[in-house]
């Protein structure tokens, strides 16, 4: 079938579908598989003129020249904030776009670079936009170690908490060229303070998920050739073995969560204390705001601190293709090779597969502060690219609530589904491993239907395709809505089509899976 025929299939009703336009603006969701096969359609034809408008709508972009953090709000203009944190806005009649060119390929796909000439930074389109828009009050992330209760933390206290880790890293890397930084923590909230304190300082980094051998451990840091080296107490020894197995790097080793150097085990390598190093950075920030007659910060408003935390450290502006982290494959077909993803390109791709696949963007976010919210549960860590595209970077940039689920998701077997009813979790991504752990209990559906589900409307797999036998959709309580299966590969802009997110015709059941073989 040719795309022009596909774009205009006819759907399921027998009614030949509507055309999905690009003005939609990023809350456009692809709510059935005609108007994803036109939007992808459009996209093969007209790539920049599909994702120029989109990212316009999508991030906010540096103007240079007037020192603001734009984006374009439809029947608005370009509005944002101007560097000191004041509300900033273009004449309507501005033709000032952010880039020279919204695609650039100078020989073939490989070489293509997207939003030439635009300016923007990861840290202030996930944090700084939503605190300076009242919101900081809201969870941004819910974490669920294993063995302990949960703890939240919020948008203002994650943006607080990652500046002063930023001060922290400015300070180690000051006359350090091309730096580079390797996070290796447990998936929890100080692993996303750090990597948020890495990207607003727009210092490329490397997350490694724990559990990665010293070996593999030493080959990254060398590869990288990192230059900072984060971790905790719990994986301090894996730390110090790789760094000392290391032929190339010689990084500073941090711990975030000890107090003094010596209040872990003693290392022949200097370990930094970054509770220190986050203290002296606390101080740091009340001498800024005692030069601007504050003396206490914990009343600001929220566009108020953020003004204050820029005095400590700003949100860094650097080229849409600039790199913003490293991530490794797997090496299941050979030497894992680490792939760089970059500021602009990959937050664009994540808006795009939140919104058309999942159904989840600032739009809607927005919509629903009045009545149930999104949550999201993906089962990853910072070092798979799932937990850093979705857990993290989707759920900061459409401000939805998502759960940072440390240790097995299955250990027990229904400790994901507990934490689905327990945080009313709407969205869940995965991959197919999960499903297979969940094939080998010999009565699933007995020991899920203990936990209400109802609350999940999507479930997302990816990795491999999921047949439709292992499901049976057999849901014991009624809801409003069933959710799919989609699978896919997280995409960005570094491909010249929309991402094309394949849905699988099965249903999964709300309030239990009914897993068979």
């Not at 200097?270 to 601007?292: F, P, Q, R």
């Not at 982290?325 to 090496?331: D, E, M």
């Not at 602009?344 to 999942?358: D, E, K, R, V, Y």
């Not at 998502?402 to 507990?418: K, N, T």
Request: charged share 15%.
């Amino acid at each position: 079938m040719s795309k022009k025929k596909r774009a205009r299939r006819v759907g399921t009703a027998g009614r030949l579908a509507q055309p999905v336009a690009v003005e939609q603006g990023p809350a456009a969701r692809a709510a059935s598989a005609d108007e994803y096969e036109q939007l992808h359609a459009l996209c093969n034809a007209h790539a920049p003129d599909f994702w120029g408008p989109f990212a316009a709508r999508s991030l906010y972009w540096f103007h240079e020249a007037r020192r603001e953090w734009l984006r374009r709000e439809p029947g608005i203009g370009w509005c944002g904030w101007s560097a000191d944190g004041s509300p900033a806005e273009l004449d309507p009649s501005s033709s000032w776009t952010p880039w020279h060119n919204v695609l650039h390929m100078s020989d073939g796909p490989h070489t293509a670079r997207w939003f030439v000439g635009a300016s923007l930074n990861a840290a202030f389109n996930e944090c700084d936009a939503a605190v300076l828009s009242g919101c900081g009050h809201e969870t941004a992330f819910i974490c669920e170690p294993p063995g302990s209760s949960h703890t939240t933390i919020t948008r203002r206290q994650l943006l607080m908490r990652s500046v002063l880790a930023a001060h922290a890293l400015q300070r180690l890397v000051d006359g350090v060229n091309a730096p580079r930084i390797a996070i290796h923590l447990p998936n929890g909230e100080d692993a996303v303070v750090w990597i948020q304190a890495a990207k607003r300082l727009a210092i490329p980094y490397v997350a490694i998920a724990a559990g990665t051998s010293t070996a593999s451990l030493a080959q990254r840091l060398d590869d990288v050739g990192a230059s900072i080296f984060i971790t905790n107490s719990a994986l301090l020894r894996d730390a110090v073995e790789s760094t000392a197995a290391a032929a190339l790097a010689s990084p500073t080793l941090i711990n975030v969560d000890a107090d003094d150097p010596h209040s872990s085990e003693s290392t022949a390598l200097d370990v930094l204390a970054g509770t220190a190093l986050m203290a002296s950075a606390h101080e740091a920030l009340h001498e800024a705001a005692a030069k601007c007659g504050i003396s206490d910060i914990e009343p600001l408003s929220d566009p108020a601190l953020v003004r204050v935390l820029w005095l400590l450290v700003p949100p860094k502006p650097v080229e849409s293709s600039h790199p913003l982290f490293i991530l490794y494959t797997s090496g299941s077909t050979g030497k894992p090779k680490g792939i760089v993803h970059t500021h602009g390109g990959f937050q664009i791709g994540i808006c795009a597969t939140s919104s058309i696949a999942l159904g989840i963007s600032q739009h809607s976010s927005a919509s629903r502060r009045n009545g149930p919210r999104d949550v999201l549960l993906v089962v990853a860590t910072p070092g798979w690219i799932t937990g850093q595209a979705y857990m993290i970077s989707a759920a900061l940039l459409t401000q939805t609530p998502s759960v940072l689920l440390d240790g097995s998701p299955v250990s027990p077997l229904d400790r994901f589904a507990a934490i689905i009813a327990r945080h009313r979790v709407s969205v869940l991504k995965a991959g197919s491993t999960f499903l297979r752990m969940l094939m080998t209990h010999s009565e699933p559906q007995r020991m899920l239907a203990r936990h209400d589900m109802t609350s999940l409307r999507i479930g997302t797999f990816c990795a491999e395709p999921v047949r439709r036998r292992p499901f049976l959709a057999r849901p014991s309580r009624s809801a409003p809505t069933r959710p799919r299966c989609c699978m896919g590969p997280p995409v960005s802009p570094g491909q010249c089509h929309c991402p094309r997110v394949r849905h699988a015709s099965l249903d999964i059941g709300i309030h239990q899976f009914v897993l068979g073989y």
